[in-house]
Structure formats: structure tokens, C-alpha cells
């Protein structure tokens, strides 16, 4: 297997453009989570999935933040609109039911100008 | 939650040099992994140890759950070692929780 897949590797984008982070889990996965990565704050949780369904979304900052999963191999984490405090890096991770290892991507450096 | 401690929170050596990382839980966990993130931002697994003692290489770990913490060890230390090393734990609630990172810079 790949790993954890993340797309784009980078992106730059102006306020107010919408942002859409994508996601593919290791294969056989059940767990797929996504991290947020500032020197504030450090590595937060924004939301995991079980099975494609949303747990916990408590970290999701706020409405302009949405997350999907449409099936077990993609997610995607949108913005929407996007503002200078979302520059970020943005990683996912997934993990399997059982298991105690998270695998992460090699996540997205979003910046937003 | 349980709350997570790591020490030192930034570490300077020499090549070559050795050194050992600690990770705090303010609870016991039953599990614990220990990631290296380095310099690019790649978050690179290292171990899963929820107790005991594991080698890879120059670097091994050990867990002592019962007195609620863990230890990595670096050994003869590289420039390539450099970057951030997190000790992570997965709560109950399944999410994976980062302690707040050691900072190691290796210096040729």
C-alpha cells in the first residue's frame, strides 16, 4: 500500500477562495482522521471518521470548515470561504479498528494570502 | 482528557552524541506510539509501544505503563535525526492525541 495519500502537497490561495483538501486512507482503514498543524497550536484534531460516518467534529473551528467522506477510500476537508488564519498544514491520517498505530499523509502546507 | 508532557522541550547535540526523550501521562494509557516529524513536516512513525522495551537500530523505546511514562532513546546521534518527536496516545473516545513535541536539532 501507498499510505495515506493527501492532495495537493501545497496550495496558495486568496481570502475568501474556496480550499478543498483531499484524502485517501491506507486500504482496509476504518478510522480516518483529520489534523491541523500550526506553531500556536500544534497538532489538533478538526474531525474523524468511523465507517464514512463523522464521530466528532468538536475541532472543526467553525461553519466555514466541512468535512466528507462518500466512501471508505476519499475525504475531502473543505473551506470555505478561506481567511489568512486557516494557513496552516493539514494532515490526515487513518487507522483500523483493533489497531492502536495511526498512519499520517505527508499533508497539505495551505496558505492563504 | 489525560494530559501529555513531554521533556526536554528542545534538546541541541553534537553528532554522534546520545540521547533520551521522555513522555509524562498524567493517567495510565494503553497504548502509545512515538513519531518523528521531521524537517519537510513528514510525520514518520517510530514505534508502537504500549509497554515494554523495542529497538530499531539506534533507536529504541521503552514504556512503562504503570508508572505512566515512556522513553526514546537516540543513540550516536545523526544530522538526520533532527526535527520533532512526539509521543502520541489514542484516547477512548479513538481520536490520537499529540503530546506538545521535543525539538531536536543535531548539529554536524
Known amino acids: 500500500d501507498a499510505g495515506v495519500i493527501q492532495s495537493p502537497r501545497h496550495e496558495v490561495t486568496e481570502m475568501g477562495q474556496e480550499v478543498t483538501l483531499r484524502c485517501k486512507p491506507i486500504s482496509g482503514h476504518d478510522y480516518l482522521f483529520w489534523y491541523r498543524q500550526t506553531m500556536m497550536r500544534g497538532l489538533e484534531l478538526l474531525i474523524y471518521?468511523?465507517?464514512?460516518?463523522?464521530?466528532?467534529d468538536s475541532g472543526m473551528p467553525e461553519d466555514r470548515f466541512s468535512a466528507k467522506m462518500p466512501n471508505a477510500s476519499f475525504s475531502t476537508l473543505k473551506i470555505q470561504p478561506s481567511e489568512p488564519r486557516d494557513s496552516a498544514v493539514y494532515f490526515c491520517?487513518?487507522?483500523?479498528?483493533?489497531?492502536?498505530?495511526?498512519?499520517f499523509g505527508q499533508g497539505t502546507r495551505l496558505t492563504v494570502v | 482528557g489525560i494530559q501529555v508532557e513531554q521533556s526536554p522541550p528542545d534538546l541541541i547535540l553534537q553528532e554522534g552524541a546520545n540521547s533520551t526523550l521522555r513522555c509524562n501521562f498524567s493517567?495510565?494509557?494503553?497504548?502509545l506510539q512515538w513519531f518523528h516529524q521531521n524537517p519537510w513536516g513528514q510525520l514518520i512513525n517510530l514505534f508502537y509501544i504500549p509497554s515494554g522495551t523495542k529497538q530499531n537500530g539506534r533507536l529504541s523505546a521503552t514504556t512503562v505503563a504503570t508508572e505512566r511514562y515512556s522513553l526514546l532513546y537516540i543513540s550516536s546521534s545523526q544530522t538526520t535525526d533532527s526535527g520533532v518527536y512526539f509521543c502520541?496516545?489514542?484516547?477512548?473516545?479513538?481520536?490520537?492525541?499529540f503530546g506538545p513535541g521535543t525539538r531536536l536539532s543535531v548539529l554536524p
Open positions: 493517567d495510565s494509557v494503553n497504548n
Open positions: 502520541v496516545y489514542r484516547s477512548y473516545g479513538q481520536n490520537f492525541v
Open positions: 471518521f468511523n465507517n464514512n460516518v463523522p464521530i466528532d
Open positions: 491520517a487513518s487507522s483500523m479498528t483493533g489497531q492502536t498505530e495511526a498512519f
